[in-house]
């Protein structure tokens, strides 16, 4: 059974204090994994599309990588508006489209 | 249109009334995409459109749910005779298409709660 799972599921950090997300998955054959940010009370905002292993993608303070295992997400000197949940999905040769969601990582940056 | 809109974008419901719930797709994107997000949970499939035919409904929890799409475009979902455990966000999302490239964009969501 396809599976997506992320760590931790809740991370607060110092405004300036780097850290990385774990996003790792178990999956027939992989398509694409997916970032997104949700802030409360809103759906979820597409970060990143990575396609292979090896690939990285970078927006302002975010830089997303992917293994054949597993995806991170590295917060690089946080500020307290990164704070929010960040979900990881994939999609997967198996199925006909669905994304297949992680629970998600709350983080809180605090000043 | 610029995004995907739902609506309503909040709904109070009794136990055993049918809702109904709309989402306009990003104009263009062929796939559609349901899914639900109960309180701190994850998100939970519910069915994908590709055009207004519907390849996956997997997700759907019972067939009290129910969803058509007209035009390629507008999608409605609909839950009849709710119960308590209907009560969540219920999120839509489109994309250009099921392919390689397929990045999927999010609706505001309609957050369902049935008393």
């Known amino acids: 059974e396809d599976q997506v799972t992320q760590s931790p599921e809740a991370l607060r950090l110092q405004e300036g204090e780097s850290s990385s997300l774990n996003c790792s998955y178990t999956?027939?054959?992989?398509?694409?994994l997916f970032w997104y940010r949700q802030d409360p009370g809103k759906g979820p905002e597409f970060l990143f599309t990575l396609y292979s292993a090896g690939e990285e993608k970078e927006k302002e303070r975010l830089k997303a990588t992917l293994t054949k295992k597993e995806s991170f997400l590295h917060i690089t000197a946080p500020k307290p508006e990164d704070s929010a949940t960040y979900l990881c999905?994939?999609?997967?040769?198996?199925?006909?489209?669905?994304?297949?969601f992680g629970q998600g990582t709350t983080l809180q940056v605090k000043p | 249109g610029a995004g995907v809109s739902q609506s309503p974008s909040n709904k109070v419901t009794e136990k055993g009334k049918d809702v109904e719930l709309r989402c306009d797709p990003i104009?263009?994107?062929?796939?559609l995409y349901w899914y639900r997000q109960s309180l701190g949970q994850g998100l939970e499939f519910l069915i994908y459109f590709q055009g207004n035919s519907a390849p996956d409904k997997s997700g759907l929890p019972s067939d009290r749910f129910s969803a058509e799409r007209t035009g390629g475009s507008v999608s409605t979902l609909t839950i009849q005779r709710t119960q308590q455990e209907d009560s969540a966000v219920y999120l839509c999302?489109?994309?250009?298409?099921?392919?390689?490239?397929?990045?999927?964009?999010f609706g505001q969501g309609t957050r369902l709660t049935v008393v």
């Open positions: 999956v027939s054959g992989l398509r694409g």
């Open positions: 104009s263009g994107h062929t796939a």
């Open positions: 999302a489109s994309s250009l298409g099921p392919g390689i490239t397929t990045e999927a964009f």
């Open positions: 999905a994939v999609l997967t040769s198996g199925n006909t489209g669905k994304l297949i």
